[in-house]
């Protein structure tokens, strides 16, 4: 087990605006996503703060338990995956949320509400998906999300998803800001968004911009969530120019930044030290408390795959977690660097997806030393919660086989069936493909409800029958 030290940034005031580049041209953006999302496997959790059921205002509601004996789930109801054929626009990392008895999501021409109960449409929004796939806000706040539309995802658009109503719709080409525009977030009253040249807060209610952190030669943020009522954004940070004659941000390395609603800065990670010789770039934060991170090292393609639990931002004292990249799935994806499908932290443990003969793989975070790898037995597994000290986890179909779910002891790894799915396993099998990069699962405690969903509707992405498959 590796302990690297690397030193920490003092905070950074909001420099004073100049001017700032891309990093990268519109077709290497997609040359990159595409290989990111090959390697990189999409999955979400609905129980707690992953897929955003918002917490209630005063107390988080939890999650209802786990059924003591199986449930023999059928096909409740699916909705069929569109002719891409017939769109300009492409859907890379599609969000899905789950709100009261919804769950929507983001189609290539539509963001769409479905009751959860028999998937009947609820409200339809227009919205333009882009020419290279928009972005859209990891987690509800206070019932809304924050979408980007347009060809060039230029319009930021807040929606309130009880009515699907817009609150607030942004142009950002009127704005500071440069194409392409990154992971939205929503706190309070003001939605924030990332670009390679910089971050900005808007007004939910009129619409005024209130700040903007344009970077002074060091780091820009690219993208943000909200965790623990304050904002995450990702940076990169340096300056210098790809073998394409591009010049931007992001290489020497990453960091992580936290602001509040109005802007002002709590606390700031710029990881600008090397690890074994190597630079170290965030794929993905898997968990803030405790920072939990995917990285690779020696730039993103080809990279070494690490991950670290980050024991002191002050001092950068990272300890490293047993991920082997032969042996696990890439946890999470650069181009949603908040979702990190293949890995779940829940309590003292880390579950991570394994790939081959390892279905998942259980570590201690306070040591990084494995507990015990579940076998794969031909079948992919996937983490989705932890529920009263059990690990929730879906165990795919395998061949006339049908997936199931399963509550795991993370300490001793005895399993025990929580719910099977069809009989019918031909619908999952068609929805994971070989690989299931593009799929993502939720699961509504309140309904006992499995959902899985594909997360990528384009011309490179698996031709699929259903785009999304509710399991009762």
Known sequence: ?????????????????????????????IALSLAVLVSAGGLVWAIDQRLGREPAAAEPAPPA??????????????????DTSSFDEEVWEAGLWLHEDTVVRVMPDALVSYAVSDGSERWR???????????????????????????????????????????????????????????????????????????????ISDGEQLWWHQPSGRCAETGFTVLEDRFVSRLE???????????????????????????????????????????????????????????????????????????DTRNSVLTEVGYEKHRHASPCSLQ??????????????????????????????TTGELVGDVPADGATMRPIAMVEGELLVYRGERGEHPGALLAIDPETLAERTVMTLDGNAAPEADMWGALGYDVRIAWDSRTRTLIMASAAFHTNAPRKEAALLAYR
Request: include cysteine; charged fraction near 15%; proline fraction near 9%.
């Open 237 to 311: 940070c340096g300056t210098g120019c790809n073998d394409l004659g591009v010049c931007g941000y992001g290489h020497t390395g990453t960091g992580l930044r936290a602001t509040t609603e109005d802007g002002e800065e709590l606390w700031r990670w710029d990881f600008d030290y090397e690890v074994e010789g190597s630079r170290l770039d965030i794929t993905g934060v898997i968990s803030v408390e405790p920072l939990v991170i995917h990285v690779r090292l020696d730039g993103m393609f080809p990279g070494d795959e690490r991950v670290f639990v980050v024991e």
């Open 65 to 82: 338990p786990l059924p003591a004996e199986p449930i023999e789930a059928t096909l409740a109801w699916q909705i069929p995956a569109p």
């Open 1 to 29: 087990m590796s302990q690297p030290h690397g030193g920490f940034g003092p905070a950074i005031p909001p420099p004073a605006p100049t001017g700032g580049h891309p990093r990268w041209a519109a077709p290497l953006l």
């Open 125 to 203: 929004m227009p919205l333009a998906a882009g020419r290279n796939g928009c972005t859209s806000s990891p987690r509800i706040d206070a019932g809304r999300i924050a979408v980007l539309s347009g060809m060039s995802c230029e319009h930021l658009i807040v929606v309130d998803l009880t009515s699907g109503e817009q609150q607030a719709t942004i142009a950002l080409g009127t704005t500071r800001m440069k194409a392409p525009y990154l992971q939205p977030a929503i706190l309070g009253d003001t939605v924030a968004i990332g670009s390679w040249n910089g971050g900005a807060g808007f007004r």
């Open 336 to 365: 949603a660097p908040w979702w990190c499908g293949g890995a779940l932290v829940g309590g003292d443990y880390l579950a991570l997806s394994g790939m081959d003969a390892v279905g998942l793989s259980v570590f201690r975070l």
